[in-house]
């Protein structure tokens, strides 16, 4: 691909607007999704967090579950951060009754996993391929408790800022299957555009061809 891929930021809830702004640092074209008639226009799709049960209802709601379940199990590029990743996990643990998600990477992903008392912490991370930390911002972050054979893991916690004595230290916190990336934290605000391009990238590298 040449030109500039676009990216679609599902736009139901969460950090829309950063996320588009990293992507369009990372070299995509941008735009937000809402509609299936959306879903069918990117050549690949964020899912940024917030509530992954609100997420899976309003995706309901507005008609996309279905096509974007389809679009990501067909190949589309998916990149999801925080209830994103749930979104994007085809096993949860601690999910209420009847949670449903997108799928497709085979892992087993704990909701809010690093505990009640530690709403939200900064880690910087060990992520492959990159030659310094990720500095992450975690918010009642779930995290990957088991991964499946084609699953890689891309990071994992290593230093632990502000800790309250929870054991975050080595929990994997970041995973890739084939043309799937999820996250456990938010890079769209620390203004590190690493783990975007990272993605912009398997967009660009992706064979997948969009319906419009
Ligand atoms: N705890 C939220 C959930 O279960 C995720 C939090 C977030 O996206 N910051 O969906």
Redesign the pocket.
Known sequence: MTAAPLVGVLALQ?DVREHRAMLERAGAETVAVRRPEEVDRVDGIVI????????SKLARTFGVLDPLREALHAGLPGFG????M?MLAEHIEAGIEGQETFGGLDVVVR??AFGRQVDSFEADLDVTGFDRAFHAMF????WVEKVGQAVEVVARVSVVHRSEGHDAVGRIVAVRQGSLLATSF?PEITGDPRIHAMFVDMVRESTYVKRK
């Open positions: 969460g940024p967090g917030g509530e992954s049960t609100t997420i951060t925080c209830a994103g749930i909701r809010n918010i009642r972050a779930p938010h």
